[in-house]
């Protein structure tokens, strides 16, 4: 006779800590109506300007563009608060960390006021914390925008969730070479694709493009 199949019904583990609040701060960010733009730039710069300063990444000059384009179009630096939409001066740039324990954003705070050696040195400090379990309630609260990286794991294009109540996050994918038409002909160039994911409560499509097109100009003549 045949023996009956035994069925694998799974382990069942409950959301904890750092994976339940990001769990519900999602599903809030899922129910909001975004929309998303994306933008490809050249990082040929963006590679150049991390080399003058020790230990500094792309994603160093990723938060400092950002920061920069934030108080360009301040209309981005925004949260949404219910049914009022609450602005800041400074921008306070969210970095997303994967952990053993779940995604956390460290925040950078002040960011448009750092040079990029100020922004490097903080991020090894806040990134190597948020790894360790390290971090306070101060480098997790009061962020205005968040940066989320996932180009060094080979993704080249993602659409990010806002992280609420901010208004607005991008999603930077891998930068990869491709063959460029320029006025001197064809050149081979890392481009990189950045789509930002907007919550139109406060964003419409003309801002969000603005924004884009500020941090486009900032990564391509960072110094």
């Given at each position: 006779m045949t023996q009956p199949l035994e069925l694998d019904e799974g382990q069942r583990t409950e959301l904890k800590g750092m994976r339940r609040t990001a769990a519900r701060r999602m599903v809030v960010a899922w129910e909001a109506p975004v929309f998303h733009l994306?933008?490809?730039v050249d990082m040929t710069e963006a590679s150049r300007a991390k080399e003058v300063v020790s230990g500094a990444t792309v994603t160093d000059?990723?938060?400092r563009a950002t920061a920069h384009a934030l108080t360009s179009v301040p209309e981005v630096n925004v949260h949404v608060d219910g049914e009022a939409v609450v602005s800041f001066q400074?921008?306070?740039v969210g970095i997303a960390v994967a952990t053993e324990k779940g995604l956390t954003v460290p925040i950078i705070h002040n960011a448009d006021q750092l040079d990029?050696?100020?922004?490097?040195?903080?991020?090894?400090d806040i990134v190597g914390r948020a790894r360790t379990g390290g971090l306070g309630r101060e480098d997790i609260t009061g962020g205005t925008f968040t940066i989320s990286n996932l180009g060094m794991l080979g993704v080249t294009r993602f659409d990010a969730i806002v992280n609420a109540p901010q208004a607005a996050i991008l999603a930077v994918g891998a930068t990869i070479r491709r063959n460029v038409w320029t006025e001197d002909g064809g050149a081979w160039r890392p481009i990189a694709e950045l789509?930002?994911?907007s919550d139109h409560r406060a964003l419409d499509g003309a801002v969000a493009a603005r924004f884009l097109a500020a941090l486009k100009s900032e990564l391509e003549a960072p110094l």
């Open positions: 994306t933008v490809e000059v990723l938060v400074r921008a306070h990029l050696e100020e922004i490097a040195l903080r991020r090894r789509t930002l994911t």
